[in-house]
């Protein structure tokens, strides 16, 4: 079983660019697929975007369609969030989390999640 390591949480100001990255140990990270979720207080976990171990992308949430990309580089066992023109709304702990085979991209669906890592976007 995979373990995850987020990083590249911060504070910005409205407008920035973020990139996370999720780091998973082991070599069978590459077999997993890997979502990006956020959780904002006092709201649901919500899935931002999802990668699977071949590199295909689950449909991206209305709220960061445009904006936030995912990607993944299994010779380094990461997964990126590359998260653009971030809004206050997209202040929220983002957590990456791996499944082989996810039935749904919905957080119930996965087994393995990271500590998650603090986005807090403010002017």
């Known amino acids: 079983q995979v373990q995850l390591a987020e990083s590249g949480g911060a504070r910005v100001k409205p407008g920035e660019s973020l990139t996370l990255f999720c780091k998973g140990s082991?070599?069978?990270?590459?077999?997993?697929?890997v979502g990006w979720f956020r959780q904002a207080p006092g709201k649901e976990r919500e899935l931002v975007a999802g990668i699977t171990w071949g590199g295909s992308v689950s449909p991206i949430g209305d709220p960061v369609k445009g904006r936030f990309t995912i990607a993944r580089d299994n010779a380094q066992n990461t997964v990126y969030l590359r998260m653009n023109s971030l809004k206050p709304e997209d202040t929220a702990i983002y957590l990456c989390a791996a499944d082989l085979r996810p039935e749904h991209w919905l957080a119930p669906s996965f087994s393995t999640w990271g500590q998650g890592t603090q986005v807090t976007v403010s002017s």
């Open positions: 082991g070599r069978a990270f590459s077999t997993y697929d």
